[in-house]
């Protein structure tokens, strides 16, 4: 059997907010008309909120009551949306502090952020926008794994990757300069803050044509 055991706990919930009005009582008036309509909690620059604490109350005893049985193979009832509430604002938490995990990840990769360490932050961003999906069916981020630069001769003859659509943008940096116009070259800031000439040439990624398991082999 399964039981759905609830306690009750008396308290108090105290909320302050900020509101411009041109007397008290009109700012109480204001304030329970945004408890009305359910806006006082919304914490905007016009209403902001102060205060928002639960304290226990009184002597009661901490009181605990099942209220529904459920034979083994019945499913959960659906959560209240008291619920539901508590798990969006707990995504959005979730989900910032993906993003700023994975945006660290990059920067101590040299700028490059894994889709993947994205990926995550994306499905806590839709649970907590409330459009969240199965994550078993959920749509896949494509990506771009595998990138390869073919040389012939010491000259790119190509760029070419898995997922093209995705790559990043590709550029050779050539420090050797001699016989391009001033015009063709480019001012590279350097590491030390120096400024450097070189020529850039920006590459189109395209499909690739050969096997790339076959380039990206591991070392034995």
């Not at 790559?167 to 350097?190: C, F, K, M, S, W």
């Not at 020529?199 to 398991?213: F, K, Q």
Request: hydrophobic share 40%.
């Amino acid at each position: 059997m399964k039981y759905v055991v609830q306690y009750t706990l008396p308290y108090e919930h105290r909320v302050m907010v900020g509101i411009e009005a041109n007397s008290p009582d009109a700012a109480v008036t204001k304030a329970e008309s945004l408890f009305d309509e359910g806006d006082i909690w919304q914490d905007t620059a016009t209403v902001p909120l102060l205060l928002d604490d639960f304290d226990e109350t009184g002597d009661s005893p901490l009181h605990f009551t099942v209220e529904q049985a459920l034979a083994g193979e019945e499913p959960w009832p659906e959560p209240d949306a008291s619920v539901m509430t508590i798990r969006r604002r707990d995504a959005a938490f979730r989900a910032s502090q993906l993003l700023v995990e994975a945006y660290r990840r990059g920067e101590a990769r040299g700028g490059s952020i894994d889709w993947e360490d994205l990926d995550e932050a994306y499905q806590a961003a839709l649970q907590a926008s409330g459009a969240a999906v199965d994550q078993a069916h959920a749509p896949s981020v494509k990506h771009c794994a595998r990138l390869a630069v073919v040389l012939e001769g010491g000259i790119v003859q190509a760029v070419i990757a898995d997922q093209p659509e995705v790559a990043p943008d590709v550029a050779v940096v050539d420090y050797d300069t001699d016989g391009y116009e001033p015009n063709e070259l480019r001012h590279i800031t350097q590491s030390d803050g120096s400024q450097s000439i070189a020529l850039v040439i920006e590459h189109y990624v395209e499909p690739a044509g050969i096997n790339l398991d076959e380039v990206f082999q591991e070392s034995e």
